[in-house]
């Protein structure tokens, strides 16, 4: 587990913009996860750690893509139908036993083309008369040809290390062969992520409530989120508001975690103590981003363990995990950040404060022409959140959304 220095950030004064911390966390903090080699059936979410260069063509040889007849283009007749005697037999998983230039060798999908032919006729183009097969006029030279390497090139890239694995990924690499009698694959070790919530009011969910009590909505929300990720979320529970009590506990899982990450305490309140726990334990890069909603978020580290607090309202909390944990965690886990980047048509109109970025809870719509459309969500913090599809994301000089603007969104299935 790596561990940063004192001074591995300069503390900003001012509310650093999304983009700038982000660009911060990449330039400043090294990628903190080790190697391990596991199995491939358990690679699914995990981070690859080298390139994965494949070892073979795939396909590994020139195969048919359909059922039919295999033949050499050189031995048909020029627009016109064309007899060729029947040549043999290859189904998949055998190799030809010899050459097929001169015949039609009945060949099945998968299967390798016999020496000589480079075209496949479907079954059912052609008709058989006795031992001759008739071959329609017209048959392009390489049809239904699938040719070695057409896919995958050996040598050549197939997965680039930072690639977080998902089933997709997992059958390419399976398809390639890895060596070994089970498939194995270089993988980043899981980060493991101490987890807190802080605040007197705070509850656990299934606990009664005390007076003037709430449910703690955030570490559930959380903990799924950073498994999400491909990390290892470890729930620490809830920290009350005590300065003492917070420094010693968060100081107590520094040594064996590779992140800290705490939600409620981070604004300038008398009983807010995230704040000077992490500038009297560690180092505190900043504490306000220009962010709405969700300016107060404190980035730092506790005895060189990268350190995070999120705002405590859950809606303010899943945003700025959105923009800055992710991002944190990926880099952290030395994982390419793959989100799509995609636009979803504005159904409203709204104005916005300059100098800040916004994210804004939105349904999509159909709109009058069947287009979809991003309308705000209905409800209040939470229950719009739940109830949402994703976020749209204005940026920092947008002072007004019209209708149908083009507006950056992310799905809410895309976080992890």
Request: aromatic share 4%; with cysteine; hydrophobic share 45%.
């Amino acid at each position: 587990m790596g561990r940063l220095s004192a001074d591995c950030f300069d503390a900003a004064p001012a509310p650093m913009r999304v983009a700038d911390a982000v660009a911060l966390i990449r330039s400043r903090l090294p990628v903190l996860s080790g190697i391990e080699t596991v199995d491939l059936g358990r690679g699914d979410g995990r981070v690859l750690a080298e390139d994965l260069v494949a070892p073979i063509d795939l396909p590994p040889f020139d195969n048919a893509a359909v059922d039919g007849y295999a033949v050499r283009t050189a031995d048909l007749s020029p627009g016109a139908e064309t007899r060729l005697p029947l040549g043999g037999r290859v189904p998949a998983g055998r190799a030809p036993s010899e050459a097929g230039a001169g015949y039609a060798v009945r060949i099945f999908t998968g299967a390798p083309l016999p020496p000589g032919t480079d075209t496949v006729a479907m079954q059912e183009d052609v008709r058989l008369d006795g031992g001759t097969v008739v071959l329609p006029a017209g048959l392009a030279l390489g049809a239904n040809r699938r040719r070695a390497g057409e896919d995958v090139v050996r040598g050549r890239l197939a997965i680039p290390a930072g690639t977080r694995l998902s089933p997709r990924h997992l059958a390419l690499a399976a398809a390639l062969g890895l060596p070994g009698l089970r498939l194995r694959v270089p993988l980043r070790v899981p980060l493991r992520v101490a987890l807190f919530s802080t605040g007197d009011e705070l509850a656990p969910a299934g606990e009664p409530l005390p007076p003037a009590g709430i449910h703690d909505a955030n570490r559930p929300m959380l903990a799924a989120l950073l498994c999400r990720l491909g990390t290892v979320p470890v729930d620490f529970g809830i920290l009350r508001d005590s300065a003492a009590s917070l420094r010693e506990r968060v100081a107590a899982v520094a040594a064996d975690h590779d992140l800290i990450v705490t939600s409620g305490g981070v604004s300038v309140g008398e009983e807010d103590h995230v704040r000077t726990t992490v500038e009297t334990s560690g180092g505190l890069t900043f504490w306000r981003l220009a962010i709405k909603p969700g300016r107060p978020v404190a980035l730092g580290h506790v005895a060189g363990t990268p350190f995070i607090g999120l705002p405590g309202n859950p809606a303010a909390a899943y945003v700025t995990a959105l923009a800055i944990l992710r991002p944190l965690v990926l880099h952290l886990s030395g994982a390419l950040d793959a989100a799509p980047s995609l636009t979803v048509r504005s159904g409203f109109a709204s104005a916005k404060r300059p100098g800040r970025r916004e994210f804004l809870r939105v349904c999509l719509r159909p709109g009058a022409d069947g287009t979809p459309e991003a309308v705000p969500a209905p409800g209040g913090a939470l229950s719009s959140l739940s109830g949402s599809d994703g976020l749209v994301e204005l940026a920092e000089d947008l002072t007004a959304i019209r209708v149908g603007d083009a507006l950056p969104y992310t799905a809410h299935g895309d976080l992890g």
